[in-house]
């Protein structure tokens, strides 16, 4: 296990349907903005909105990426989301194996990730 | 992207139903103490008790929050979970979208959240 | 909620059914190299490979253990799986309720674990 040679990231978004979150994750990796992503189904969410308690159904998209890629990436996930203030934040990777996090690398390194 | 003006966090809340999973979230997000919760359902939990390998099915609860509120946050859900121990830890958030970042802040501000 | 007093870290893995999923989970907690795993079923991966998108069904697997197992941990997960480059990579946990860190310290304690 390593501490990633470059800063690696989680980055943790909610989509209100499948579709949205498939466009999410098909749109960033093709785009080499993530290097993949696991999307989580069925997932109830609830949140205060103007005084009242929301739930919703939602899909969570856990994107795998390099920290020099995350405002890129939040840029485009915001462009492909209905919603006027989407959730994204990062958690940083604290260790990761070699072989993934280079995996990680080629797979979000513009030049190498389209061969 | 920014690092959040207040540290946040994500807390990691596993519950042995949907009723305590929901409770968790909804009392949490109603009192100001996480601004939402995302409920993941039908996990399953392997674990040791007492030298036997225990697998039950649960639901993870994922609560974001500012790091000022997990105190009470932490009190709030061990007083709603049947558990002796229930499993409670938080994620430090690297990077967040500006207006989402704002929202946490506005959602966990007892004076503001009410309205 | 404390800092927790040996470093603990959630390891994050993702497997290609369900089996391969429980055998992680019930080995590394059986061998006390994780305290415990959450499974999260029905996971949908996108990722490039040979330049194509891919889309798999998978789950994920959520370890909580002690840094120092990380490496043994991170050694038998990748002797049980499948793949050639299997995803696996650690947040470290920030804040953890004291009771829920002391169970995490003894149940990766391969002396204290047994009993």
Redesign the interface.
């Known amino acids: 296990?390593t501490t990633p040679a470059v800063k690696?990231?989680?980055a943790?978004v909610?989509a209100p349907s499948k579709e949205v979150a498939?466009t999410v994750?098909?749109t960033t990796?093709?785009e080499?903005l993530a290097?993949?992503?696991?999307?989580?189904?069925?997932?109830?969410?609830?949140?205060?909105w103007q005084?009242k308690?929301e739930e919703d159904q939602?899909h969570?998209v856990?994107l795998?990426t390099v920290e020099s890629k995350?405002?890129e990436l939040?840029a485009r996930v915001?462009s492909l989301h209905p919603a006027?203030?989407?959730?994204?934040?990062?958690?940083?990777?604290?260790?990761?194996?070699p072989?993934?996090?280079g995996?990680i690398v080629d797979?979000t390194n513009s030049s190498t990730?389209?061969?």
Chains 1, 2, 3 share one sequence.
Do not use: Q
């Open positions: 296990m690696m990231v989680v943790y909610t498939m994750a098909r990796v093709t080499a290097a993949c992503a696991n999307v989580i189904p069925e997932v109830t969410s609830v949140y205060k005084g308690i939602e969570v856990i795998k995350v405002e939040s915001r006027e203030t989407p959730c994204f934040f990062t958690l940083a990777i604290d260790k990761i194996t072989d993934f996090g995996w797979s990730a389209k061969h």
